[in-house]
């Protein structure tokens, strides 16, 4: 408002003046058309991306793979989902997974990812329930998509053991998981590779494997998108080697609310054989605030 007051008021004093000089023209030479000046107007600063008024949710769900794009900058994501896994024997495993996401600069995110609960019944077996295991994950975005190049990020996480390794819901060991993204936009497509090495911990020590991932999301409509992807790679503590295939779809409900939907089943003798998920997504603006201008930490991190 001041802004555009204060326009308003130097185009008012411009007018005057034109007005006064067109008078006096007119009245010394009446011949002669009055002259004129053009003036040009202040540049206009860019919007700073961590207070826009709309909020636009970067939804991670229901992929396996992570996309190069955080969370907005001073907004707050959280998603929840129910996973129902079949486990073979006649036991079934049905997990509520919640996370919540805040973008501290326009190329930095966090995440606490929660198993909130974990329930086991079936195959002759007592019924188990618990909590699961909790993650903790910043992921930064160090290269923009380009005519050349992918958007690409880096994702480091450490898992906090707070399941119970007795009920088979976890190790009991810190594990750790580094991640390279590379994302692209083609037209209606968009792609998500990643690299996902793993460092596990264990009785005897750390064990360490690399799994790879591709994911395919097609827009449909404006709300609704496909997702087709399939990943897997060698597993730590044994020489098998894992591979699924996933579909699945996501359908924004509002600006702010995705749902989505998903089944994946492997393609090789690894477990779970097949997983069907169904989650929603929620974007808000926080009330915290973002990381402030000026320090070098700030602008390395994209501020």
Known sequence: MFVSG?????AFFFLVASSFNVAGAAATDAGT???????????????DPCYLAQVTPHTTRPNWDTPAATTQCGAVEVDSGW????MGGGVNQTQTLSSLRYGLTPKLDLRLGLTTHMTQTGGGMQSLEGIGDQWVTARYRFVEQSAKLPAMAFLFGTKIPTANPAKGFGSGYVDHVFTFIASRDVGKNHLDFNVVGTIVGGPNGHDGAAQFGLALTR????????????????????PDRFGAGFTGVSYAVRPTVVVDAAYSRT??????HEQYMFG?????????TPMAKGSAIARVLGR
Not at 83 to 86: G, K, N, T, V
């Open 280 to 288: 929603c997504t929620y974007a808000i603006r926080s009330a915290f």
């Open 83 to 86: 996973m129902d896994q079949p």
């Open 6 to 10: 204060w326009i308003s008021k130097v």
């Open 219 to 238: 827009t449909v409509t404006e709300k609704l998108s496909w997702i087709l992807e399939s990943y897997g790679g060698p597993q730590t503590g044994t």
């Open 33 to 47: 058309p009055p002259s004129g000046g053009v003036t040009q107007a202040e540049p206009v600063e860019a919007a």
């Open 267 to 272: 393609y090789t003798a690894g477990t779970p």
